[in-house]
């Protein structure tokens, strides 16, 4: 069964957390999602295993959906779509990373003179 996590070092999901990690990862899976492309190319398992034991731990990241993009794309995928945006969230609408860039505008003279004298 494919949406059957494998543990990793042993590790096993609590039962009351499995379910949400499933469903938080099963896109790596999904035969209708971004990946369908690359399946069949690049054996989403291990990455899908690995972003439940991640989760499970309390480690929401991207990580291994960035790293199944990269093993994809490095295999020759180039139809696929990405769930990772631009700020480097899964999922996300690229708002989250907004807040670490200012917008500065500079009033003056515009005849200067640069440090060089020029």
């Given at each position: 069964d494919p949406t059957s996590p494998t543990p990793l070092g042993g590790?096993?999901?609590p039962a009351e957390i499995l379910p949400d990690a499933q469903a938080y990862c099963s896109t790596l899976i999904s035969t209708r999602g971004p990946y369908e492309?690359?399946?069949?190319?690049?054996?989403?398992?291990?990455?899908?295993?690995?972003?439940?034991?991640?989760?499970?731990?309390?480690?929401?990241?991207?990580?291994?959906?960035?790293?199944?993009?990269?093993a994809c794309r490095r295999s020759g995928v180039r139809r696929m779509s990405s769930v990772v945006d631009?700020?480097?969230?899964?999922?996300?609408d690229g708002s989250s990373c907004l807040s670490s860039f200012?917008?500065?505008?500079?009033?003056?003279?515009?005849?200067f003179t640069t440090l060089d004298g020029s």
């Open positions: 590790y096993v999901c492309n690359c399946l069949n190319v690049v054996n989403p398992q291990p990455y899908y295993s690995a972003c439940i034991n991640d989760f499970c731990q309390n480690n929401i990241s991207c990580a291994s959906y960035a790293l199944y993009e990269e631009e700020c480097g969230v899964c999922f996300g200012s917008v500065s505008s500079i009033w003056g003279d515009p005849h």
